[in-house]
C-alpha cells in the first residue's frame, strides 16, 4: 500500500517523488527503462538554486544566446552576471531518480498499463520489465507525470485532447572544436522557415557534445532532413551522430490537472512547457514539486479538492509568463517575413535585458515600466512594418 504512486519519472516525476518521499509519505515511481527525452537541456540558475543541483551535473555554462533570422543574420544576446547552465538527460534524469530513492522513494521499471478500481480502493497495473508480468499496486493517489499525450491524463483527466502539440527532434553530435561557426559557450537558436515553419531550430553546447535539432507542429515536414540542413548549415555534417531522439512537446497548460479523487498531473503531462521557447526543465519540475504539495494536502487533509492546488499554484505564479510568450509564438513564428522582424527587435539592449531577467528569474520583470513602453512601441512598430526587417 503507497501512499503515493508516480508514473513517469523524468524531471517532473522524480521531483515529486523525492519531495514526497522527504515528508515521509510512501512513495514509489515506475518509468520505463532506457526513456531519453529530446531536449536542449538548457536550465536557468533559478532551476540551479531551487533544486539544489550540483555543478557536477552541469556539462556546459553558457555565456550567451545567437539568435539567427531566415537570411542569416545573427544577433548576439550576452547572458550578463551569470550563465546558462546545460544538462544531458542521458545524465541527469537518473541523477534526479537516484536522488528520490535515497530519500526513500522506491523506483520500479515497467510500462503503466492501467489504473483499476474496486470500491473505495485504488490500484496502479504496470508491465514490469525484469519478469514481463503484470503487476497490481494498491496506492491512496496517483501522479501522472508520463509525458506529453499522457496514457494517465487520456484516461482520467478530459481535455488533454484538446492540447496543441509540437514534435522534436534533436541528434546528439560529438561537438566540434571551437571555430568560426561553432561556440562551445554559446547557444543557437535558428528562426528560419525552411528549418522549421512555424517554430525554431537550435544548436546547443553540451560540452563534449552537442544537440541540434528542431520543432514544427505542422504534419508532413521531414524533421530529419530538416536536422541535417540545419546541422549543414551549422558546419556539423562531418559530426559523429551519437543517438537521436524524438518526442511530442505541449505547448498550453491543460485547463484541469487532476480528476477530482485521487490523481493530480504534472510536468508535460499537464501541458507546462513554455510557447516561443519550448522550456521544459524548469517548469515540468516546479509542477512535480507542486503535484506534490497538492498531495501531501490531500493526504493530509482527505479532501480531494485539495489536488486543484497544484494548477492553482502553478498558474498563479506564471500564467503571465506563458501568456506573453503564447502572444510573441503567435505573433512572430507564422513567417520569415515576422521571423525577420523578430530577431531585429532582438538587436534592442531593453529586450534583450527584460527577456533574459525573465528567462534566468522566471517571472516578468516590472522594475522598468519606460523600458516596457519602449518596447510595445517598438513591437508595434515591426509587426506594422512601420520598421524595415532589415534596418538594425
Known amino acids: 500500500m503507497y501512499d503515493v504512486i508516480v508514473i513517469g519519472a523524468g524531471p517532473s516525476g522524480a521531483t515529486a517523488a523525492e519531495d514526497l518521499a522527504r515528508s515521509g509519505f510512501r512513495v514509489a515511481?515506475?518509468?520505463?527503462?532506457g526513456r531519453i527525452k529530446p531536449c536542449g537541456g538548457a536550465i536557468p540558475p533559478r532551476l540551479i538554486s531551487d533544486f539544489d543541483i550540483p555543478d557536477a551535473q552541469l556539462i556546459a555554462k553558457v555565456k550567451t544566446a545567437r539568435m539567427i533570422s531566415p537570411t542569416g543574420r545573427a544577433v548576439d544576446i550576452p547572458i550578463e552576471n551569470g550563465f546558462v547552465g546545460m544538462v544531458d538527460r542521458k545524465d541527469f534524469d537518473p541523477f534526479l531518480r537516484a536522488r528520490a530513492v535515497t530519500a526513500g522513494a522506491k523506483s520500479l521499471t515497467g510500462t503503466f498499463r492501467k489504473i483499476h478500481r474496486d470500491g473505495d480502493k485504488?490500484?496502479?497495473v504496470y508491465r514490469d520489465?525484469?519478469?514481463?508480468n503484470d503487476v497490481s499496486l494498491q496506492t491512496r493517489l496517483i501522479i501522472g507525470a508520463d509525458g506529453a499525450r499522457s496514457n494517465v491524463a487520456k484516461a482520467e483527466v478530459p481535455g488533454c485532447e484538446k492540447i496543441n502539440y509540437v514534435i522534436a527532434y534533436h541528434e546528439i553530435i560529438e561537438a566540434p572544436a571551437a571555430n568560426g561557426t561553432y561556440d562551445p559557450l554559446r547557444c543557437d537558436v535558428i528562426y528560419d522557415g525552411a528549418i522549421s515553419p512555424d517554430f525554431y531550430g537550435w544548436v546547443f553546447p553540451h560540452g563534449a557534445s552537442c544537440s541540434v535539432g528542431m520543432g514544427t507542429g505542422i504534419d508532413g515536414v521531414d524533421l530529419k532532413k530538416a536536422t541535417a540542413d540545419l546541422r549543414a548549415a551549422a558546419g556539423l555534417s562531418d559530426c559523429k551522430t551519437l543517438r537521436r531522439e524524438g518526442a511530442p512537446i505541449p505547448l498550453r497548460p491543460m485547463d484541469k490537472w487532476d480528476n477530482g479523487r485521487d490523481v493530480v498531473l504534472a510536468g508535460d503531462a499537464a501541458g507546462v512547457v513554455a510557447p516561443s521557447s519550448g522550456e521544459g526543465i524548469?517548469?515540468?519540475?516546479?509542477?512535480?514539486?507542486?503535484a506534490a504539495t497538492a498531495a501531501s494536502a490531500c493526504l493530509k487533509s482527505g479532501r480531494a479538492k485539495d489536488l486543484q492546488l497544484a494548477r492553482k499554484?502553478?498558474?498563479a505564479e506564471h500564467k503571465n509568463v506563458f501568456k506573453v510568450l503564447g502572444a510573441m509564438q503567435n505573433a512572430y513564428y507564422r513567417s520569415d517575413d515576422r521571423r525577420e522582424r523578430f530577431v531585429s527587435l532582438c538587436h534592442d539592449v531593453d529586450v534583450q535585458r527584460l527577456t533574459f531577467e525573465a528567462y534566468m528569474n522566471k517571472k516578468l520583470v516590472a522594475a522598468r515600466p519606460m523600458a516596457h513602453l519602449k518596447i510595445g512601441v517598438k513591437?508595434?512598430?515591426?509587426l506594422t512594418g512601420i520598421v524595415s526587417a532589415t534596418r538594425i
Do not use: E, P, Q, S
Not at 520489465?129 to 514481463?132: A, C, I, N, P
Not at 513591437?379 to 515591426?382: S, T
Open 282 to 290: 524548469y517548469y515540468a519540475m516546479t509542477g512535480g514539486r507542486l
Open 129 to 132: 520489465k525484469l519478469t514481463g
Open 122 to 124: 485504488t490500484f496502479v
Open 313 to 315: 499554484l502553478f498558474m
Open 29 to 33: 515511481m515506475i518509468d520505463r527503462d
Open 379 to 382: 513591437n508595434l512598430a515591426h
